[in-house]
């Protein structure tokens, strides 16, 4: 079955220093996951994985300020 028969979202994570990090997935979990595959353990680390806001394509521009 295509992936694109199951939706995917968007999904800003709250980081440890104020900024926050956009990841795609059907979930918050799968969206981590996926992040999970090209940021460090480090990185991953800095993840706030609770605290995290779905936001529509459409709006992405008014949070461009806030990722990091």
Do not use: C, W
């Not at 220093?17 to 979990?29: H, R, T, V, W």
């Not at 996926?34 to 459409?58: A, C, F, G, P, V």
């Amino acid at each position: 079955m295509s992936s694109f028969s199951n939706p995917h979202y968007m999904y800003l994570f709250e980081l440890k220093n104020g900024k926050k990090k956009l990841a795609y997935g059907q979930s918050p979990e799968d969206a981590l996951e996926i992040l999970s595959y090209r940021l460090s353990d480090e990185e991953m680390s800095q993840i706030l994985k609770k605290n995290y806001t779905k936001i529509s394509q459409r709006k992405m521009q008014a949070y461009v300020q806030d990722l990091g």
